[in-house]
């Protein structure tokens, strides 16, 4: 689906992103993750073609980033970029969701029904206009114009960023199902570790432009050295499952940690009783 | 690298003149190009500007603004030519239009003081930093410092355009939009990027004025500046050039 192959970028001669080498299968859910000015954006810009590589190759379903305009593959991937005002121009959501679509080639009656099933979930009024909105909702109403196009790969850059647990709850359900139900391929950057844990089971790393982790998200978690060189924290259930002692996977959600706290009292409890 | 209005860090004796002898410097050579009747100061204003400009290292903004400049010129040349029907008939055109010796005259000199206005102030923005210009402007000349800083903040929002309208690109090419299509899809993306465009535009402007006024904006008045400005004896030179400058424009 993606696949990086060493690639570097450049702005008069300051390196961006530094020999970056990964590959993310169909279906696959990735966090990726970093400090302030890693160049998460400037990676994710590069997948979409935004802008070309200056050394390396990207493969997008096999075909290079550098031969093909970013409408066509604007064709296959969605983007949501981290200000979603940039996207947003439509004087109703209803006439947001649907632009475009005749550009790719959609028939009126398929792009109609398209845009009443993603009016059905984003529960929003479809007269309203989206700037209107407050910020979470637009950010959905901007989610909602990529979803309409049904891409098999979603970028998301911070798509829960700024937004009330509720909301953010909403929008990441949303993706989630797209990706369990219709393999969505979703790389999405995040700097919520608890939100990378709960959604993507796969995490990167990226600081001063190199990726410096690739893995699974839990055990990834627990490498609080290198997570501290990105400014990250670990999700705290995992801190807590590390310290007492537990092994990656074992127990690293609210409830089998309790689960585990409950019986090990009990059982602590119960050997206090025979002695 | 400084964009073509930006502030460009140096070390010149212009660098470190007075902003106002600086802005005079540049008024002068735009006035004195229309004060003019002369073809030959004109062009002697030009490449006084132009080898200026290279002599201080900003060659780069020197060819940027005639590339920009320059074609407008050139469309309004070609495009008002045919039209001055004074002086002698050099080339009879279709339609009654001709080609006259005044005429070309008259729009070469339109064109060389529409470019000979531009260079001078693409090259004083280029020498002054805008905080020490509106400094000058308030300080020195009394103007009031709000009327100063919406001048200097509309040139310094020029590149924030720039920028903005790079990304409102990218966003909507993400989404499908092609910017090579046919003339009635160009039709269609002007909504597209314009809307998000001046969308950001207005909200930015008016964060802009509403964080200036929580920082005390308008209590602002003409002796608040730290820094003091005064003439030296360095500006004496280039003073004498802008009163020369002055006084060939109006006697040719
Ligand atoms: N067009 C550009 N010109 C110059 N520098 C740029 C450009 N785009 C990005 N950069 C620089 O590249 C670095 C990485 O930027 P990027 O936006 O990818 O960071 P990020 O990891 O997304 O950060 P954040 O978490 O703040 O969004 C930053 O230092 C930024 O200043
Ligand atoms: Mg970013």
């Not at chain 1, 530094?18 to 299968?25: K, M, P, V, Y």
Request: with cysteine; aromatic share 6%; proline share 4%.
């Amino acid at each position: 689906m993606i696949l990086l192959e060493n690639v570097s970028y450049a702005i008069e001669s300051r390196e961006l992103i530094s020999g970056a080498s990964l590959r993310i299968g169909q279906g696959e859910f990735a966090a990726l993750a970093g400090e302030n000015g890693a160049g998460k954006s400037t990676l994710l810009k590069l997948i979409m073609g935004l802008i070309k590589p200056t050394r390396g190759d990207i493969l997008i379903q096999g075909a290079s980033t550098r031969d093909r305009k970013v409408s066509a593959l604007a064709r296959t991937v969605g983007y949501l970029f981290q200000n979603p005002d940039r996207q947003l121009f439509g004087a109703t959501i209803r006439q947001e969701l649907s632009f475009g679509l005749d550009f790719l080639g959609v028939s009126k009656s398929d792009a109609e029904s398209r845009v009443e099933e993603t009016l059905g979930w984003l529960k929003l009024d479809p007269d309203r206009a989206p700037l209107s909105l407050s910020r979470g909702e637009r950010q959905r109403v901007a989610l909602a114009s990529l979803f309409v196009r049904r891409p098999s790969l979603l970028l998301l850059d911070e798509p829960t960023t700024g937004l009330d647990y509720r909301e953010c709850m909403q929008m990441m359900n949303t993706v989630a199902r797209l990706n369990r139900e219709d393999g969505v391929t979703v790389l999405m950057i995040t700097h919520d570790m608890e939100i990378a844990l709960d959604f993507a089971p796969r995490m990167l790393t990226l600081s001063g432009g190199r990726i410096i982790a690739d893995g699974s998200t839990r055990e990834l978690m627990r490498d609080e050295a290198m997570l501290k060189r990105a400014s990250l924290i670990p999700a705290q259930m995992v801190a807590l499952a590390r310290r007492l002692g537990l092994a990656p996977g074992e127990a690293d959600d609210a409830d089998s940690l309790a689960e585990w706290v409950a019986s090990s009292v009990k059982g602590g409890a119960q050997r206090a009783g025979h002695t | 690298m400084p964009g073509i209005l930006e502030y460009q860090s140096g070390d010149t004796f212009l660098h470190r003149a007075h902003p106002l002898v600086k802005l005079l410097l540049a008024a002068v050579i735009c006035v004195g190009g229309f004060l003019t009747q002369s073809l030959w100061v004109n062009l002697a204003l030009l490449a006084l500007s132009i080898v200026g400009g290279f002599a201080l290292g900003m060659g780069r903004k020197v060819k940027a603004s005639l590339k920009g400049a320059g074609s407008l010129c050139l469309f309004l040349f070609v495009v008002q030519l045919p039209f001055v029907r004074m002086g002698r008939t050099l080339l009879p055109l279709p339609f009654g239009l001709r080609i006259t010796d005044l005429g070309l005259r008259y729009c070469a000199q339109l064109g060389m003081r529409l470019l000979g206005a531009t260079l001078p102030l693409v090259l004083m923005l280029g020498v002054t930093r805008l905080s020490d210009l509106t400094n000058t402007l308030v300080a020195q000349l009394g103007i009031p410092y709000r009327y100063a800083f919406v001048i200097t903040t509309a040139i310094r929002f020029i590149p924030v355009l720039f920028v903005e309208m790079r990304d409102v690109i990218e966003a909507q090419t993400a989404r499908g939009v092609e910017l090579d299509g046919s003339f009635k899809q160009k039709i269609r993306l002007i909504p597209p990027l314009c809307v998000p465009l001046l969308v950001s535009c207005v909200q930015r402007m008016e964060n802009n004025a509403l964080a200036a006024e929580l920082r005390g904006f308008y209590l602002r008045k003409r002796g608040s500046g730290y820094r003091r400005y005064p003439l030296s004896a360095a500006d004496a030179p280039a003073l004498a050039a802008c009163a020369l400058i002055l006084i060939i424009a109006i006697i040719t």
